[in-house]
């Protein structure tokens, strides 16, 4: 199955206390970029990030938004100074013996004292982590995959349309052109007839003159291979992955045929067939932009 290169994808889950958030979005790039943001107490986990979507991913720009919410996960430690505090109330007591103030010593009021807490961060275990990120990454992946595979089915079934029309196309061209060829005989001959008036006409001339213009004429060649594109193009799509790059050369080749068909064709209701053809394969080109 091929893929769009354009997508979407989120999951949020809680793992171990925190809530993990997760967002992929993509668009179309020539080759993979990928931009991972996140949080600080993430930093470490970049790489990783990146060689997740690397695995699933092979053409694109790529952007990962990663968020957490740590409530209830225990990575702040409050720890009471327990000597600073006997300091503060020893002094606050001779304070009071030695001064006329009331003695209104609290919680409330030590708690308020420099240095009484100390706050720390407790130690991550970046490893547990890293594991709880990636499992939620890669349900965000999954998600995303799976926006991906809809809409390129639906790029698929267009491409593999329009090269049908371009077949129905290249059929009456080469039907045309056959037609052109008798039609120039005819009018060859009808001029000889006027120019020459009652002498003998020598047909193995008008043979020759018929036998050089097809040869000047012919698409034979050039319909062959653009057919043989054209099957390449369904087998590519058949097998799937990512084909976005070859069906871009195989593109410049199908143009490459049309505008030869193009340069030989004489008769102006074949031109306008030929212009139809490279219209739809504008169109194949443009569809080809959004493949991975």
């Known amino acids: 199955m091929v893929k769009s290169m354009t997508g979407y994808g989120r999951a949020v889950e809680t793992v171990n206390g925190r809530e993990f958030t997760v967002e992929i979005r993509s668009v179309n790039n020539r080759y993979l970029d ?5 949080p600080r107490m993430l930093s ?4 990783a990030m990146k060689q997740a979507v690397k695995g699933a991913i092979s053409r694109g720009k790529v952007d990962v938004f990663v968020s957490v919410h740590s409530e209830g996960a225990g990575d702040v430690q409050v720890t009471l100074n327990e000597e600073m505090v006997r300091g503060y109330l020893d002094a606050m007591r001779q304070m009071a013996e030695k001064f006329p103030v009331r003695d209104d010593i ?16 407790a130690q991550v275990d970046e490893e547990q982590l890293l594991g709880d990120l990636m499992s939620v990454t890669a349900k965000a992946l999954e998600q995303y995959d799976a926006m991906r595979s809809a809409e390129g089915k639906a790029l698929e079934a267009d491409l593999r349309s329009r090269g049908q029309t371009i077949l129905g196309l290249v059929a009456q061209v080469e039907a045309g052109g056959s037609q052109t060829v008798a039609d120039y005989r005819t009018r060859l001959e009808n001029k000889l007839k006027e120019v020459l008036a009652n002498t003998a006409i020598d047909e193995s001339r008008i043979l020759t003159e018929a036998a050089i213009f097809a040869d000047k004429v012919a698409v034979d060649e050039e319909t062959v291979r653009l057919r043989s594109h054209l099957d390449q193009m369904n087998t590519m799509l058949t097998a799937g992955g990512a084909v976005g790059r070859k069906l871009d050369f195989l593109l410049q080749e199908m143009n490459r045929e049309a505008n030869t068909i193009g340069s030989k064709c004489t008769d102006v209701r074949l031109a306008r067939m030929v212009v139809d053809i490279k219209a739809e394969l504008e169109k194949i080109r443009e569809q080809t932009q959004n493949l991975e």
């Open 34 to 38: 990928c931009s991972v943001k996140l």
């Open 106 to 121: 609290s919680v409330s009021l030590i708690s308020r004292m420099p240095e009484v807490f100390t706050v720390e961060r």
């Open 44 to 47: 470490f986990a970049e790489d």
